[in-house]
């Protein structure tokens, strides 16, 4: 399913700098966003957080039939991150082929077009995954 224009647009930072939120009561890292610890419920204090873009791979698959929108990617290579800081979030690794990506590879933030064909015209960006040497 497609975003609306103005969701896409209120995650833009999000999008763009990889902000999430931190739990200081519990040390728990968040991303997306969580406005409430999961743990420590209302002891929990919520921060803002601004991740790295470093992580490893936690799992990855190569997709062939891709959502709309995204056709003229395929093949590529969705994996789940789990970034430096503990959250774990899915991604497309871009630049690497299928056998270069391995559980446990380092990968780091890139900024890319993320959807070229919105109905508006408009180009989304944000963030993939790239193999980190
Ligand atoms: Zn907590």
């Known amino acids: 399913m497609r975003e609306s ?76 991150i789990e970034l430096d800081e503990g959250p774990k979030l899915t991604a497309q690794i871009v630049d690497a082929h299928i056998k270069d990506v391995a559980i446990g590879s380092r990968v780091e933030k890139v900024f890319r077009v993320i959807q070229r064909d919105d109905p508006e015209g408009l180009i989304h960006y944000g963030f993939k995954f790239k193999l980190a040497k």
């Open 5 to 80: 224009i103005p969701l896409t647009w209120r995650r833009i930072p999000e999008r763009y700098r990889l902000l999430g939120t931190q739990c200081i009561t519990c040390n728990t890292n968040f991303f997306p966003k969580r406005n409430i610890c999961p743990k420590c419920r209302r002891k929990g204090k919520i921060q803002e957080k601004q991740y790295a873009g470093k992580g490893k791979v936690y799992s990855f698959t190569e997709i062939y039939a891709a959502p709309a929108g995204f056709e003229d990617q395929v093949p590529y290579v969705l994996a789940i």
